[in-house]
């Protein structure tokens, strides 16, 4: 099974940025969707950003303005640029392909911390 390679948190004071990475080791005509979720320990996994195929995106309410997703030149590799930080964001966050046989991969997660 394809796994996602995940990299880029840690810790950060409020206002920050930092820039997750994600690289889907396999075929770019495999790829529907790619997405970042974050989830918070007693809480849903939630969707944070998605970019889809015709790179069109999408964003959750609490980080638009904020955040951005891209893809890299080599087009297997997502980012997420996340900027103003807030001690909201913190949480581990998870890379997501859904593949066009609407598989969906997960990166192993990485954590974002953001202190006040």
């Known amino acids: 099974q394809v796994q996602l390679v995940e990299s880029g948190g840690g810790l950060v004071q409020a206002g920050g940025s930092l820039r997750l990475s994600c690289v889907f080791p396999?075929?770019?005509?495999?790829?529907?969707?790619m997405a970042w979720y974050r989830q918070v320990p007693g809480e849903q996994r939630e969707l944070v950003a998605m970019?889809?195929?015709?790179?069109?995106?999408k964003y959750a309410d609490a980080v638009k303005g904020r955040f951005t997703i891209s893809r890299g030149n080599a087009k297997n590799t997502v980012y997420l640029q996340m900027n103003s930080l807030k001690p909201e964001d913190t949480a581990v966050y998870y890379c997501?392909?859904?593949?066009?046989?609407?598989?969906?991969?997960w990166g192993q997660g990485t954590q974002v911390t953001v202190s006040s």
């Open positions: 970019l889809n195929k015709d790179e069109s995106t």
């Open positions: 396999g075929s770019i005509s495999l790829i529907n969707t």
């Open positions: 997501n392909v859904l593949t066009i046989f609407l598989r969906s991969r």
